[in-house]
T-cell receptor, first 113, second 114 residues
Framework: ETGVTQSPTHLIKTRGQQVTLRCSSQ?????VSWYQQALGQGPQFIFQ???????GRGNFPPRFSGLQFPNYSSELNVNALELDDSALYLC????????????FGPGTRLTVL | AQSVTQLDSHVSVSEGTPVLLRCNYS??????LFWYVQHPNKGLQLLLK??????LVKGINGFEAEFKKSETSFHLTKPSAHMSDAAEYFC????????????FGGGTRLMVKP
């Protein structure tokens, strides 16, 4: 077990709606990243938060946003959902002293109809 | 820009035979490379990592990978496949900017026949 949990496990939304996905990391993991994994593809980096500030972003539009909280939890928010947003969303956390070791959660499966 | 290419989308082996999963990378920097495994309904698990130390890297569950700069390759091997090795495997390169983001290859599905 990685100690990273995500909720909900599965989610179904309709096009145009908004969604919030949640991640809970281990204590001391002050960096969290979010990835989108479309069916049959490798995960793609969305963004990363360090000490509650975004410090890196992949090629995703602004309707993908996030928050990180002092209690090592975080959120991924997606506005104006599109059909192509259907994917597995993964969060990963790491402690500051282990820059190369990320711990992934099991993911949230989002389906947009 | 950093990228990885996994040369096989599917690999099928018999239990007890060797495993070879191929990965080529492209990097503007001295790369940090990883192999991750993804079992159904489970999170990604780190198998091994190369970060400019020994070129032959040993990981968990008997897997190892060799970094070959001249060939820009980082192939994953295991001498003898086990049924529990059946999963999706990802070759990954770390980008030392944009928050040290990980760039994943497209994945290789390993099937192990009894």
């Amino acid at each position: 077990e990685t100690g990273v949990t995500q909720s909900p496990t599965h989610l179904i939304k309709t096009r145009g709606q908004q969604v919030t996905l949640r991640c809970s990391s281990q204590s001391g993991h002050n960096t969290v990243s979010w990835y989108q994994q479309a069916l049959g593809q490798g995960p793609q980096f969305i963004f990363q938060y360090y000490r509650e500030e975004e410090n890196g972003r992949g090629n995703f539009p602004p309707r993908f946003s996030g928050l990180q909280f002092p209690n090592y939890s975080s959120e991924l928010n997606v506005n104006a959902l599109e059909l192509d947003d259907s994917a597995l969303y993964l969060c990963a956390s790491k402690p500051r002293e282990k820059a190369d070791t990320q711990y992934f959660g099991p993911g949230t499966r989002l389906t947009v109809l | 820009a950093q990228s990885v290419t996994q040369l096989d989308s599917h690999v099928s082996v018999s239990e007890g035979t060797p495993v070879l999963l191929r990965c080529n990378y492209s990097s503007s920097y001295s790369p940090s490379l990883f192999w991750y495994v993804q079992h159904p309904n489970k999170g990604l698990q780190l198998l091994l990592k190369y970060t400019s130390a020994a070129t032959l890297v040993k990981g968990i569950n008997g897997f190892e990978a060799e970094f070959k700069k001249s060939e820009t390759s980082f192939h994953l091997t295991k001498p003898s496949a086990h049924m529990s090795d059946a999963a999706e495997y990802f070759c990954v390169v770390r980008t030392p900017y944009a928050g040290n983001m990980l760039t994943f290859g497209g994945g290789t599905r390993l099937m192990v026949k009894p």
